[in-house]
């Protein structure tokens, strides 16, 4: 019988590990999976890469993971909106990594993962600034 | 080069773990959202080797519409109500 149901959030994270890749679903506060990213935060894995659409804001969900020096690299569209004072602070200190990816790029990429692409070509790269360092034919 | 058009090559971004919420599930994984909270959940269920979700409510096998189910279970491996 097939139950993917689990009892507690603990049980809901058990093995994320130090290092790992996260997605973390939400844009602004609509759809955060507050308690989740709580669960993450109380069973202590560090040095995460989360991918998510904003860098937290206030004192909750991914701006706590953010102050508790948790993530070593965060990777999304909208690192600063109101609020958004703990990754400013360690942005600015050089203790944590951006990598800024326009939204529609975000999410095509991660589609392109669960499709089980090699990757894809979203849009044509019209400037050069756009392609700097990146390969585009 | 594509139809005359140059175009950037992304890579796809695979993760260890997704952490979404949605608002109904089935003991199957089989998920539906809330209007506008839907956002990248049903994308990086896909993406993550584990999708962990967090619902309003569990719900009966069989009572979401096959045809209002966004998330197929199989792209789900735990859920949890929070």
């Known amino acids: 019988m097939i139950d993917k149901r689990v009892a507690t959030l603990a049980e809901a994270v058990a093995g994320v590990q130090d290092g790992d890749t996260v997605l973390v ?46 993530v070593r690299k965060i990777v999304c569209s909208f690192p600063r909106s109101t609020g958004s004072v703990w990754f400013e602070k360690l942005w600015r200190a050089g203790e944590i990594e951006l990598e800024l990816v326009p939204q529609g790029t975000l999410s095509e990429r991660m589609r392109a993962a669960g499709a089980g692409s090699a990757g894809s070509s979203p849009r044509p790269g019209r400037t050069r600034r756009l392609r700097t360092g990146r390969r585009s034919e | 080069m594509i139809n ?14 997704a952490l979404v919420k949605a608002h109904l599930a089935d ?29 309003s409510a569990f719900v009966e096998l069989g009572s979401l519409d096959p045809e209002a189910v966004v998330t197929p279970g199989i792209f789900v491996d735990r859920v949890v109500v929070a």
């Open chain 1, 25 to 70: 679903g939400g844009f602004g506060n609509s759809g955060v999976p507050v308690e989740l990213v709580h669960a993450v935060l109380d069973m202590g894995a560090r040095d995460l890469t989360v991918v998510t659409n904003n860098a937290g804001s206030g004192e909750s969900d991914i701006a706590a993971l953010i102050r508790e020096r948790r």
């Open chain 2, 4 to 17: 005359g058009r140059r175009h950037v090559f992304e890579q796809p971004l695979h993760a260890d773990v």
């Open chain 2, 27 to 55: 003991r199957w994984g089989n998920l539906v959202y809330h209007s506008a909270a839907r956002n990248f959940g049903p994308v990086m269920a896909t993406a993550a080797r584990l999708a962990v979700v967090q619902v």
